[in-house]
């Protein structure tokens, strides 16, 4: 994975609690599991999606 391509695609939050609304709001429209995370490129918060264990643990 590309990390600073993934960093540059995605909103940067520089207020946790900010990432952590923005991640329930697009969970509850969506109906899908949103998190956020802090990214190792650019130290701010991102929201993406919930990978499932048996992926993550793949990858």
Known sequence: MDIDRGCRSKLA???KAEAKRVAQGMSRRTGEPFH????????????GHVVPEPIRLAA
Request: with cysteine.
């Open 13 to 15: 939050f520089f207020l």
């Open 36 to 47: 956020l995370y802090r990214c190792p490129a650019c130290r701010h918060d991102h929201v």
